[in-house]
């Protein structure tokens, strides 16, 4: 059964740093990993998505990095700006079963002025 | 660009009421697929509809039932509304329900329970 865990799960930092969510999920066998953005009582944005056959996936300050060997993905977040204020979630889609994504519960990241 | 729209925005119920939430997926799509978001907590998989009939189910009770219409628009039921069932309810639709279907998501339907 595929679980998926974000660590850690809220994050503070100052304005200009660099940072990594981390992402780890338990098998292996999957088709694609997507990271979301969630603010506050709001629905899902999607950031990036990266496919099996795909390492990494980049989108102007963002890159997400997948290795399925070892079941983690990094989402990494250059100069964080305060508007990157948010709850960042990473879901797993297996290959087993219906398809749908199985979600880790978040990391909640706010980035200080 | 994700098309999916759901109705209403928000919603307030009391304990033992049933409640309907309704989704319109992107257009070209004929595959909706459900979730629900406690507070805190990720996303969790309700059920699938595909070309009108129920393609899988997560772990939630058979008052949790769902509809999707031939214009493959979708609703999900609730009955006996518990105050456990607050939460964000998703939607999100994809062309079919091979791998490389894309699940596009909705803003999100927020239900109270009292």
């Known amino acids: 059964k595929q679980e998926v865990t974000q660590i850690p799960a809220a994050l503070s930092v100052p304005e200009g740093e660099n940072l990594v969510l ?11 990993l997507q990271w979301f953005r969630q603010d ?25 990095s997948l290795d399925k060997s070892s079941g983690r993905s990094t989402l990494y977040i250059a100069a964080s700006q305060p508007g990157d204020s948010a709850t960042y ?10 398809y749908k994504y199985i979600f880790g519960t978040g990391t909640r990241l706010k980035v200080l002025a | ?4 729209t759901q109705s209403p925005t928000h919603l307030i119920k009391t304990r033992g009421q049933q409640v309907t939430l309704r989704c319109s997926s992107q257009s070209g799509h004929n595959t909706v697929s459900w979730y629900q978001q406690a507070l805190g907590q990720g996303p969790q998989f309700i059920f699938q509809y595909y070309r009108e009939e129920e393609n899988g189910r997560g772990n939630f009770p058979p008052r949790f039932s769902g509809l999707q219409f031939p214009n493959y628009s979708s609703e999900l039921n609730v009955n006996a509304l518990e105050l456990d069932d607050s939460a964000l309810y998703l939607c999100a ?5 091979t791998s490389t279907d894309t699940q596009y998501f909705g803003p999100g339907t927020r239900l109270t329970v009292l």
């Open chain 1, 89 to 98: 979630l990473c879901a797993a889609f297996p290959t087993s079963g219906t």
């Open chain 1, 40 to 64: 506050p009582g709001k629905g899902l944005t999607s950031l990036l998505l990266i496919q099996s056959s795909q390492r990494e996936q980049t989108s102007g300050r963002l890159n997400a």
């Open chain 1, 22 to 32: 981390n992402c780890s999920f338990t098998d292996s066998a999957i088709y694609n």
């Open chain 2, 93 to 97: 639709s994809s062309r079919g329900v």
């Open chain 2, 1 to 4: 660009e994700t098309g999916v």
